[in-house]
Structure formats: structure tokens, C-alpha cells
T-cell receptor, first 110, second 116 residues
Framework: DQQVKQNSPSLSVQEGRISILNCDYTNSMFDYFLWYKKYPAEGPTFLISISSIKDKNEDGRFTVFLNKSAKHLSLHIVPSQPGDSAVYFCAASETDKLIFGTGTRLQVFP | ETGVTQTPRHLVMGMTNKKSLKCEQHLGHNAMYWYKQSAKKPLELMFVYNFKEQTENNSVPSRFSPECPNSSHLFLHLHTLQPEDSALYLC???????????????FGSGTRLTVV
């Protein structure tokens, strides 16, 4: 059974608007959560992470929110740019192992 | 060259062939990983090496055999594969296992494997 779930396989957002990517998890023992971005024909690239003791982490246009009671993680991208079009994976760590979701394909259109 | 480099980028092999995937990193990292990405599935961890020692084998069939001769190189030896093994195989590295789960892994571009 998947411990990390990204229920939306795709998302389409207009340039300049906010993109919100969601992730749900089942294991309350996860201690870190990470977001990766993947372009076609390239490997995933680390974007941003958050410790389970925090509820928000911000890096430029990217903010990750963690709701532990709901076991829910989200990535906000503001403002969205065409270059943000990619597949986004969330991942969670338990001890020293990363467990990934299936990914959400984000398309930012002009 | 910097980062994580994987060769070949694409590989087509028959079920009776033997081939190897290569991964090389020049980041000074001590942990290296093999992941498998199949269509519409999460990235699946296959093997982990930490300071050249294999520390994780995630119930991977024996037709996949990893090798880590030094901290910069990682191989995945393939033999008698099945068509369902067709996937993108990704190599990654991190400073060590603990750092990796906090600050992320550095991934290579992957090898797209097709078994016919």
C-alpha cells in the first residue's frame, strides 16, 4: 500500500497564478518531507524540504506547507511560470529512506 | 564533470542478454542509490550503498545485481530480465544517508531500459 500519495496526476495553471500541488501520507513517523521537480529526459531535482516539526518552509517562489494532523503536504508556487512545467514528486523520509509519490504533472500556460 | 552521470541513456536488450548500467558521481558523496521508475508508479528504491557497503536491498530479484567498487561508481548488472523490467533506472547520491533524507539526493538523468 502506498504510504505517499499524490492523487492528482495533472494540474494546469495560467502563468502568473498560484500552483498548488498536494500530497497525502499515511505514516505518522515520517520526519522529513521533500519536493522534487522532474523535466523530461532528466533526473528529479531537489526543490525544497520541511521537517516534521515545522508547518511551513519558504524558498523564493516555492512554499511547502505541512499539516500533520491531516497528514497532508502541499507545495505552492507563486507566481507560476512556464518554466515550472514539469512533473513534481513529493517524498517522505522514515529514518534514512525516501519514499516517493507517483508525481503530478504541472502545466503552466501563457 | 560534476553531478551524477548515468550511461547508457537508452538500452534495449533481449531477455537472454547480460548488460550493465553505470553511474558515476564527482560530488564527493558517500551514499549511492538505485531507483526504478515504472509508468504511473512511484519511484521504487532498489539498492543503497553507504560508504561502499550495501545497506539496503529492497526485495529486488536476483536478476538485478549491484556493484559499488568505490564511492564514486555504482553499477547495476542485468541478466535474464523480463519485459516487465522495462523502466527508467535512476541513480542518485547524497553526502550520506542521513543528509540525503533532509537535503535531498542528487539524481542522474536515468537509463531508459527496454526489455524485448
Amino acid at each position: 500500500d502506498q504510504q505517499v500519495k499524490q492523487n492528482s496526476p495533472s494540474l494546469s495553471v495560467q502563468e502568473g497564478r498560484i500552483s498548488i500541488l498536494n500530497c497525502d501520507y499515511t505514516n505518522s513517523m515520517f520526519d522529513y518531507f521533500l519536493w522534487y521537480k522532474k523535466y523530461p529526459a532528466e533526473g528529479p531535482t531537489f526543490l525544497i524540504s520541511i521537517s516534521s516539526i515545522k508547518d511551513k518552509n519558504e524558498d523564493g517562489r516555492f512554499t511547502v506547507f505541512l499539516n500533520k494532523s491531516a497528514k497532508h503536504l502541499s507545495l505552492h508556487i507563486v507566481p507560476s511560470q512556464p518554466g515550472d512545467s514539469a512533473v513534481y514528486f513529493c517524498a517522505a523520509s522514515e529514518t534514512d529512506k525516501l519514499i516517493f509519490g507517483t508525481g503530478t504533472r504541472l502545466q503552466v500556460f501563457p | 564533470e560534476t553531478g551524477v552521470t548515468q550511461t547508457p541513456r537508452h538500452l534495449v536488450m533481449g531477455m537472454t542478454n547480460k548488460k550493465s548500467l553505470k553511474c558515476e558521481q564527482h560530488l564527493g558523496h558517500n551514499a549511492m542509490y538505485w531507483y526504478k521508475q515504472s509508468a504511473k508508479k512511484p519511484l521504487e528504491l532498489m539498492f543503497v550503498y553507504n560508504f561502499k557497503e550495501q545497506t539496503e536491498n529492497n526485495s529486488v530479484p536476483s536478476r538485478f545485481s549491484p556493484e559499488c567498487p568505490n564511492s564514486s561508481h555504482l553499477f547495476l548488472h542485468l541478466h535474464t530480465l523480463q519485459p516487465e523490467d522495462s523502466a527508467l533506472y535512476l541513480c542518485a547520491s547524497s553526502q550520506d544517508r542521513g543528509t540525503g533524507v533532509r537535503y535531498g539526493y542528487t539524481f542522474g538523468s536515468g537509463t531508459r531500459l527496454t526489455v524485448v
